[in-house]
């Protein structure tokens, strides 16, 4: 563990140092006696981690955690235009998914109404679930999420690299008081069994080229391309094929459009922020016979006022399977009153690709202290119904927990 946490680091130093020590080579003497940096840049360092009973029949038990270390170049040219870089290095721990992807109870090809590849499992294109075992996320997860270069000029941003795409980067999360435990997009989940995610992730966290507007009359533009999605994260991971138990499709060329709304109105003081995210790819790869091109929809509408805030957000996806249809919705309230912020959370999913479903229930309550440190205590309850089999039948076993658990983060 401690080997491979090293190499990353030193990938994410060679990195963040390789787009701009080459121009110090062009400087001139003059300048290189200059004690003004030819960028400004910046580190930031954040920890969280979560204490929480894991399931019983989880991959993993806790503890749960996350460190995020991201570095930011930046100079200001004199047309004020302004170039930059960006990089994003993430350690998780969770409780045996791989991003969102995970083993979603058991439903054998051609068994009543279990999907069949070929003989083998399916995967799902945009979610990542099978209905078999063999779906499993590295312990920790340790990734490289965002390494992208950018220039900002006039009206647009152009960035190519590692990062998210169009239709997640103008999503703005719904209210909440935690950062792991979330009821929509969990980065953790001790229970195993939560389904729900309103993120749209098809390109995950793949190099891609990214064009974005500024925000005009409160409403901006993004659209990317990505070439290829499959490239693995802490996030975000779609299965391979695994012969004999797993057909998956690599997703190729994925086009994204994101249009977002962020404005205060003055006359009120109420604060509306929207976002619709669409997302298209291509199924490539040997098994790719078994798979429909995958595609992703995704809105969100967020209100604010005062120290109150109450969001909701729905995601439908074919999941790149015919008939495997893939859908989530939540919504949440959160009430801010000094450095304390309470929330109350809802989420919940249905694969049709698996043949399951969650719902989950979060509240809390989580103080931001002057020194950095994030605590926070909270409840969250999940019901999930998984398939079975039973004979040649297929049967839905039902699932449900709540649990107590205890948050606690660091930011510098």
């Known amino acids: 563990m401690i080997p491979a946490l090293g190499a990353h680091v030193r990938a994410f130093t060679f990195l963040a140092a390789a787009p701009f020590s080459a121009l110090g080579l062009f400087a001139s003497p003059a300048l290189a006696q200059e004690r003004t940096p030819w960028f400004d840049s910046d580190i930031e360092l954040s920890a969280d981690i979560a204490l929480a009973p894991g399931a019983s029949d989880a991959a993993r038990s806790g503890p749960f955690g996350e460190i995020r270390l991201d ?40 068994l009543a109404d279990c999907f069949d590849a070929g003989g083998l499992a399916p995967a799902g294109a945009f979610t990542g679930f099978a209905a078999a075992a063999g779906v499993e996320g590295d312990n920790p997860a340790i990734a490289l999420e965002t390494a992208f ?156 006022e005062g120290p109150w805030s109450a969001g909701v957000s729905t995601l439908v996806s074919n999941d790149g399977v015919s008939g495997a249809r893939y859908s989530a919705h939540a919504a949440s309230l959160a009430y801010e009153r000094g450095d304390w912020l309470f929330s109350l959370e809802m989420a919940q999913a249905r694969s049709g690709l698996v043949h399951a479903y969650s719902q989950t229930l979060l509240a809390g309550a989580s103080r931001y202290y002057d020194s950095g440190l994030v605590l926070g205590l909270g409840i969250a309850h999940t019901r999930s119904g998984q398939a079975e089999t039973s004979g040649a039948a ?15 983060g660091l930011r510098f």
């Open 71 to 110: 570095y930011t170049a930046e100079r200001i040219q004199e047309n004020m235009n302004r170039i930059g870089f960006a990089a994003g290095l993430v350690v998780r721990r969770d409780s045996g998914r791989a991003g969102l992807a995970q083993a979603v109870g058991d439903c054998p090809p051609g």
């Open 149 to 304: 270069m950018y220039w900002r000029g006039g009206l647009v941003e152009v960035r190519a690299g590692y990062g998210p795409g169009a239709a997640a980067l103008e999503s703005e999360a719904l209210p909440g008081a935690f950062w792991l435990m979330r009821a929509d997009a969990g980065r953790v989940d001790p229970s195993g069994r939560n389904l729900a995610s309103t993120a749209n992730t098809l390109s995950g966290h793949a190099p891609k080229l990214l064009v974005r507007s500024v925000r005009l009359a409160g409403f901006r533009a993004a659209a990317s391309f990505t070439p290829d999605g499959d490239v693995c994260g802490a996030s975000f991971c779609r299965p391979e094929s695994q012969p004999g138990v797993l057909a998956a499709a690599s997703v190729r060329d994925i086009a994204e459009l994101g249009l977002s709304f962020d404005h205060r109105f003055a006359a009120t003081g109420v604060r509306w922020t929207a976002g619709i995210g669409l997302s298209q790819g291509r199924s490539a790869g040997p098994d790719s016979a078994f798979f429909d091109d995958p595609w992703a929809v995704s809105a969100r509408l967020i209100r604010t």
């Open 394 to 408: 297929r049967i839905t076993r039902v699932r449900e927990g709540a649990r107590l658990f205890v948050e606690a």
